[in-house]
């Protein structure tokens, strides 16, 4: 039987592309099927996986919905990220034809990244909670006429045919996960590129994030991502999640925080984990645009 230290816990069903990312980056840890994204961060808090691989952003769709609610309150520590291409693939009971179909079933997400693609072959998008899901419903159902948009691995695990591979509309399709633990692992200062996710709350006053902010254009430190969403209810106070590209000990970042605690409340970091090279990357190809 495996232990915790063995199982990495994902949102979705066996084949989704959670799994597929649990696969990529932990080829030796079991993968835990779970039905909702609360249930992944409780198997971790509970001890029955080790690690989770949750999914917050797609460079076509944009973040993933509840996600940003879910980090602060869910009891886990960002201790990495992984980017993971997404090819979406066309799949159908055995024997079937891309002339014979009518629907194809997926996530809305993966339905809308394929759009293009379904429309020009007049087949109608049917929606369904995950995209492994619809997998396993298309193969239980055998009808030639329906078919599925998951990952190979999804045609693998319930036995589908593969009409077609890489039917998503943008090549740069991508999904951007983050790896949590019950306690946080910080790389040490100094030991390579590293990205801090922290979340806080400003009041409804003029300029509240504008002095909020302040200090990380005074300090030099760079935010990578800033988004604000509402929390309880209350259409007056926001809270914000942030990224930025710098190690709470680095000098820069240590005063832009001391000076974000003047003007904001509920600070709290998420995690302190090494920057994937698919970020550096594109930070290096993004400077040599400009």
């Known amino acids: 039987m495996s232990q915790p230290a063995d199982i990495i816990a994902y949102q979705g069903a066996p084949g989704a592309n959670s799994d597929l990312a649990c696969r990529s980056v932990f080829p030796e840890m079991?993968?835990?099927a779970c039905a909702a994204f609360e249930d992944a961060f409780a198997a971790v808090r509970e001890g029955r996986a080790r690690l989770a691989m949750i999914p917050v952003e797609n460079s076509v769709a944009g973040r993933v919905a509840d996600i940003h609610h879910l980090l602060p309150k869910g009891g886990l520590h960002i201790i990495g990220e992984h980017y993971q291409r997404v090819v979406h693939c066309l799949l159908a009971p055995k024997g079937a034809t891309l002339a014979g179909l009518r629907q194809v079933h997926s996530h809305v997400q993966a339905l809308g990244q394929c759009r293009g693609w379904l429309r020009e072959r007049g087949l109608a998008p049917m929606t369904h909670a995950d995209t492994a899901g619809a997998a396993a419903d298309v193969a239980r159902w055998n009808d030639p006429a329906q078919g599925a948009i998951a990952s190979r691995l999804a045609a693998e695990i319930y036995g589908l045919d593969v009409l077609a591979e890489g039917i998503e509309d943008a090549r740069h399709n991508t999904t951007r996960f983050v790896l949590m633990a019950r306690e946080p692992v910080v790389p040490p200062r100094g030991s390579g590129p590293c990205v801090t996710s922290?979340?806080?709350?400003?009041?409804?006053?003029?300029?509240?994030?504008?002095?909020?902010?302040?200090?990380?254009?005074?300090?030099?430190?760079?935010?990578?991502?800033?988004?604000?969403?509402?929390?309880?209810?209350?259409?007056?106070?926001?809270?914000?999640?942030?990224?930025?590209?710098?190690?709470?000990?680095?000098?820069?970042?240590?005063?832009?925080?001391?000076?974000?605690?003047?003007?904001a409340r509920e600070v709290t970091i998420l995690g302190v984990y090494p920057a994937h090279p698919f970020r550096i990357k594109q930070g290096e190809d993004a400077a040599g645009e400009d």
């Open 30 to 32: 079991q993968p835990l």
């Open 198 to 263: 922290f979340v806080f709350r400003v009041r409804s006053v003029p300029a509240a994030l504008y002095k909020a902010l302040g200090g990380f254009a005074t300090n030099g430190v760079n935010l990578t991502k800033l988004e604000s969403y509402l929390v309880d209810g209350r259409f007056t106070a926001a809270q914000f999640y942030v990224e930025v590209e710098a190690h709470p000990e680095d000098r820069p970042l240590r005063l832009a925080l001391e000076e974000l605690a003047f003007f």
